[in-house]
Structure formats: C-alpha cells, structure tokens
T-cell receptor
Framework: AQSVTQLGSHVSVSEGALVLLRCNYSSSVPPYLFWYVQYPNQGLQLLLKYTTGATLVKGINGFEAEFKKSETSFHLTKPSAHMSDAAEYFCAVSDQGAQKLVFGQGTRLTINP | DTGVSQNPRHKITKRGQNVTFRCDPISEHNRLYWYRQTLGQGPEFLTYFQNEAQLEKSRLLSDRFSAERPKGSFSTLEIQRTEQGDSAMYLC????????????FGAGTRLSVL
C-alpha cells in the first residue's frame, strides 16, 4: 500500500529565508507525486506535480520540488519565503494506474516577519 | 470554468440525523472524487466516479455512507444516522481523464455532529 510521510507537522521560517518541506513516500511502482497548498477555509490548490521526465519540477508561487527515486523523496523548496506562503502544505502520491490520491498528514508553514 | 463547487459550506446536525452534501465538478471533467479530512490530518479517499459509474470505494465508506452521480455531472454524498465521529471536512475533487491525475478540489463542506 502506498503511504506518504511528511517530516515536521509545523515548520517556521523567517521572511526571506529558505523554505524546505520534506516528503517521503512508499510505493511499489513508479508513482505520480503532488504538492498541494491549503489556505484557511479553502480547498486544496495544486502547487506542482511529477509524473515522468525531468525530476526537478517547478510550480506556482516560486516553489519547486525534486523527485529522488533512490531516496523515495519529493521535498518542496522555495528560495525566499513570503508572508503569503503561510498555509498548510500536503504531499500526495498516486499509482499511475490508480485514481485516488494518498496524502501525507500535512505541514503547517508559518512565516515570521 | 467556475471551479468545483460544494454545498453547503457548513452543516451542523444532531447525532442520528441524515445529511446530504452536493458537489458540482468542473463542467467537462468526467471523474469525481470524495475525500474526508479530519482536523490535523491529510484528506483520506472515500470514493470516486468516472461519469456515472462508482468505480472505487474505500473501507472508510461504511454502510451509512452513500454517494451518487446520477447523470455523470453533479454528485451527492449522504450520511445516514450521523455519529460524532463523522464530524470532518468533506472534500470533492474532479479531474479529466488523460490529464495526468490532476485533481481540482472544492472548498469543502464542514460537518459538525452534535
């Protein structure tokens, strides 16, 4: 069965600092990988996805993630945090043949001024 | 494209009552998904439709839960004889087959069972 582990339920960084949110997955087949962001009282918004091809994926709002098969990781980064980045971030995985997403528990990102 | 719409946004009910939620997907999307999200957790898959056919149901979907998508457009999720443990955010998502599994989410319906 697939699973996703997000290390750190709460991450706090200063405005302008590097953002690093960690995601490790387990999957018996090459997965599709996603990062979603959730602002309070809103649905989930897709930040970026990896399906095939280039392992460094760029998304919206300056975020990017790198698929590392050997480490079964898909960590999310942003070089310089902005106050508007404060939100809950979810990593998700799906099998290529499956339709459902399996989500991690989420990481709440706080930005300090 | 108005996005995925869910109604109501909030529902408060008493234990034992039945509730029904509605999801209107993005108009051309043929796949529709329901997830449940409890406080401090990631969303958990409940069920999914391709057109009007319900193709997969999670073990989380007990007999008290039923979902329909009668004409392959909007979907309803009904919970009968609600329990306090049903309190959660119910999220709907839709996607278009062949677009790389990208699911677009609605804002959710928050259910509180008293």
């Amino acid at each position: 069965a697939q699973s996703v582990t997000q290390l750190g339920s709460h991450v706090s960084v200063s405005e302008g600092a590097l953002v690093l949110l960690r995601c490790n997955y387990s999957s018996s087949v090459p997965p599709y990988l996603f990062w979603y962001v959730q602002y309070p009282n809103q649905g989930l918004q897709l930040l970026l996805k990896y399906t095939t091809g280039a392992t460094l994926v760029k998304g919206i709002n300056g975020f990017e993630a790198e698929f590392k098969k050997s480490e079964t990781s898909f960590h999310l980064t942003k070089p310089s945090a902005h106050m508007s980045d404060a939100a809950e971030y979810f990593c998700a995985v799906s099998d290529q043949g499956a339709q459902k997403l399996v989500f991690g528990q989420g990481t709440r990102l706080t930005i300090n001024p | 494209d108005t996005g995925v719409s869910q109604n109501p946004r909030h529902k408060i009910t008493k234990r034992g009552q039945n509730v029904t939620f509605r999801c209107d997907p993005i108009s051309e999307h043929n796949r529709l998904y329901w997830y449940r999200q409890t406080l401090g957790q990631g969303p958990e898959f409940l069920t999914y439709f391709q057109n009007e056919a319900q193709l997969e149901k999670s073990r989380l979907l007990s007999d008290r839960f039923s979902a329909e998508r009668p004409k392959g457009s909007f979907s309803t999720l009904e919970i009968q004889r609600t329990e306090q443990g049903d309190s959660a955010m119910y999220l709907c998502a839709s996607s278009l087959a062949g677009t790389g599994h990208i699911q677009y989410f609605g804002a959710g319906t928050r259910l509180s069972v008293l």
